[in-house]
């Protein structure tokens, strides 16, 4: 079993900067994906950055240049950094972690973009 913790969100004006961590405890496999989501009410889920293996990351269009995914496999944390950021990033941000065709989920951090 997995479990995933998420950290890191808050109030923060726009332009500013964030940084969001998952633990991620249980059982850990090579083959793991991590990536961020985030979801707004009313709204799907919807991936944010995807950490697929060493140095090889996907984002979102929206996103691109301005947040950062890392990885620590040996702590089995992932990291979102998020910079400039903009009131359309106001969500509640989930790590996930893919297992073949299972997906894990923490219980989501709040990130609120406003002045």
């Known amino acids: 079993q997995v479990e995933l913790v998420e950290s890191g969100g808050g109030l923060v004006q726009p332009g500013g900067s964030l940084n969001l961590s998952c633990t991620a405890s249980?059982?850990?496999?090579?083959?793991?994906?991590m990536a961020w989501y985030r979801q707004t009410p009313g709204k799907q889920r919807e991936p944010v950055a995807l950490a697929e293996g060493i140095n090889s990351a996907n984002y979102v269009d929206s996103v691109k240049g301005r947040f950062t995914i890392f990885r620590d496999k040996a702590k089995n944390m992932v990291y979102l950094q998020m910079n400039s950021l903009k009131p359309d990033d106001t969500a509640v941000y989930y790590c996930a972690l893919m297992r073949g065709l299972r997906k894990y989920w923490g219980q989501g951090t709040q990130v609120t973009v406003s002045s």
């Open positions: 249980g059982s850990s496999e090579s083959t793991d994906i």
